[in-house]
């Protein structure tokens, strides 16, 4: 998921140990990929920000590696129901791998709505830096236009006598 930056989106690849792309997308804000790797080694992924050379962005992702081991042993050998703390403790684990899905995507929210706070925080400081000097121009302006009002004109010292 794309935090910061530009339009909020980037290019994304992903290529398997023999070189063949498994993954590509372009200008993406957020998306899943799930996949069963075939082929051991090391695979490479990449986002790619080509298209938007000015502004810099700031990308998350998360990687989820094999199987969640159970959470009771021997849970999948087993012949009989589960009893109620069993189950009981296999629905609490539920609910907290939830919270934390839940707690993950308000981290990232956070992060994007503080990064748009600093942003607007910036463009507001810089307006009002413009509007106090203009403030301050327009007022030395008067000033000098009201002082020329009562200032009185002599005529030049050349010229005719009486």
Same mark, same amino acid.
């Given at each position: ?8 989106d980037v290019d994304c690849y992903v290529e398997d140990p023999n070189g063949r792309t498994i993954y590509? !997308?372009?200008?993406?804000?957020? /998306?899943?990929?799930?996949?069963? +790797? ?7 992924? *990449? ?20 199987? !969640?081991?159970?959470?009771?042993? /021997?849970?999948?050998?087993?012949? +009989? ?7 009981? *403790? ?20 956070e992060a994007q709505d503080r990064s748009r706070a600093e942003d607007l925080n910036g463009r507001v ?13 327009v007022s030395i302006g008067q000033v000098m236009l009201l002082k020329s009002f009562f200032t009185e ?10």
């Amino acid at each position: 998921q794309v935090i910061t930056g530009g339009h909020y989106d980037v290019d994304c690849y992903v290529e398997d140990p023999n070189g063949r792309t498994i993954y590509k !997308e372009t200008k993406k804000q957020y /998306d899943s990929f799930p996949h069963r +790797t075939e082929v051991k080694g090391v695979y490479t992924f *990449c986002f790619s920000n080509e298209f938007s050379t000015f502004s810099h962005k700031t990308v998350y992702f998360d990687f989820q590696v094999g199987n !969640e081991p159970p959470i009771l042993p /021997d849970m999948s050998n087993r012949v +009989t129901a589960l009893t109620q703390m069993e189950s009981a *403790c296999v629905t609490i684990h539920e609910a907290l791998n939830t919270v934390i899905d839940s707690q993950t995507h308000y981290r990232l929210r956070e992060a994007q709505d503080r990064s748009r706070a600093e942003d607007l925080n910036g463009r507001v400081s810089y307006w009002s830096v413009g509007e106090t000097l203009i403030l301050f121009v327009v007022s030395i302006g008067q000033v000098m236009l009201l002082k020329s009002f009562f200032t009185e004109k002599r005529p030049g010292s050349g010229g005719t006598g009486t």
